[in-house]
């Protein structure tokens, strides 16, 4: 076993990758952009392996901050990359070497970014944040005209885009969600004509999937990218599947008593002689302690409850009268055989979305890609 090899590990299909990356070009049409969000490790995918093999396929990628944009660019990612949120003054410098686009929500912000590029003598990519009803960042709209002249004014900053989020479109039908589509509309009515090569967008995967008129000229769909946005009546889009499995491998195996506790503070006792495994993933890996007495595993195709508290590093489970043994391959999320455990499962026992899971996957878990 390699160094680096913990006993517990992702498994990363690259074709389904990018079989979902085709379905959404396919759903999109040609004359609509596709942004890539690949903040937070591709949502805990790999950033620096996803990014070469989503690059011929898609025409943006979307990161959260300067640390992810200057990733890319070592993997040699050459297509546009456009940072999200509020970019912190000391990082503008670096932001601009990389050739990311900034986003600006004021502007003071855009000042500082001319200030800047006109000392490094660079032309500044930037895109324009509106605020239309996530009040994160975004410029308020009775502002956005002054800032667009600033910008266009600037010989140092070239417009690459206007943008704003949806907080409520994970929801088909949500009023909101189209209070602020109207804001946004009416922005690109007036704006479009001006700027012919400016691109407009606003759809996040629930925008995409569920309000076609948000498309503009690119959408930003993340989690529907990575598998999980469920309940999709659509042809095309049903199709997209996960492509993440979460294993690991039994370490330890034993038989244990009647009325015996299993692990911190005994809060799991053995209603009969058992047998117990033990599996090598904890909460220092991102399997959530909230999982404990809850969770269920896979082995050999079967589902097995996990016994007692989650360790940091380690957990426990009680597999009856069944045959399993040290090495045996465990699915922790997926599919084995005919069963699957979903990460939505997962995240409603956690209490929490499916993103967080995800995100919270660490680096202390292997990635392993397959079909690459
Ligand atoms: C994260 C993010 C997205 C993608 O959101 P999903 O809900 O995963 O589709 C799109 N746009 C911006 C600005 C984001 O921050």
């Given at each position: ?19 979902n990356l085709t379905l959404i070009r396919q759903y999109i049409g040609k004359e609509t952009k596709l942004c890539l969000p690949v903040k937070a490790n591709a949502y805990g995918h790999g950033l620096k392996e996803l990014g070469p093999i989503a690059e011929n396929l898609i025409d943006y990628f979307g990161i959260s901050c300067l640390r992810e944009g200057i990733a890319l660019r070592h993997v040699n990612i050459k297509k546009p990359i456009l940072l999200f949120g509020a970019i912190d003054e000391e990082q503008i410098e670096q932001a601009i070497i990389h050739d990311l686009d900034i986003t600006l929500s004021s502007l003071y912000k855009a000042q ?261």
């Open positions: 076993m390699k160094i680096d090899n913990h006993a517990a590990w992702i498994e990363i299909d690259c074709a389904q990758f990018r079989q500082l970014v001319h200030a800047k590029a006109a000392s490094l003598n660079k032309k500044c990519l930037v895109q324009i944040e509106v605020e239309t009803g996530m009040q994160r960042t975004g410029i308020r709209i009775d502002s956005l005209p002054e800032l667009i002249d600033f910008v266009v004014q600037s010989p140092y900053l070239s417009l690459k885009g206007i943008y704003s989020h949806f907080a409520t479109a994970d929801q088909a039908e949500d009023s909101q969600t189209h209070v602020q589509l109207q804001r946004f509309d009416s922005i690109v009515k007036h704006y479009r004509p001006l700027f012919k090569d400016v691109i407009f967008h606003i759809a996040n995967s629930g925008g995409m999937a569920y309000y076609p008129q948000s498309h503009y000229n690119m959408v930003r769909p993340g989690i529907l990218v990575y598998g999980y946005l469920p309940c999709l009546s659509n042809p095309i889009l049903s199709q997209i599947k996960p492509f993440f499995t979460l294993k690991a491998r039994i370490t330890f195996f034993k038989v244990v008593q009647a009325n015996q506790g299993i692990s911190y503070n005994h809060q799991y006792r053995t209603a009969s002689q058992t047998r117990i495994v033990t599996i090598p993933i904890g909460y220092g890996d991102g399997y959530r302690r909230a999982l404990s007495n809850k969770a269920d595993v896979l082995i050999h195709g079967k589902r097995y409850p996990v016994a007692g508290i989650i360790c940091m590093d380690q957990f426990m489970v009680d597999i009856g009268q069944d045959n399993a043994y040290v090495g045996d391959e465990v699915v922790l999320i997926g599919t084995q055989g005919t069963q699957t455990i979903t990460l939505q499962e997962i995240a409603d026992k956690c209490d929490t979305i499916t993103y967080e899971i995800l995100c919270g996957l660490n680096d202390r878990l292997v990635r392993k890609y397959l079909n690459s």
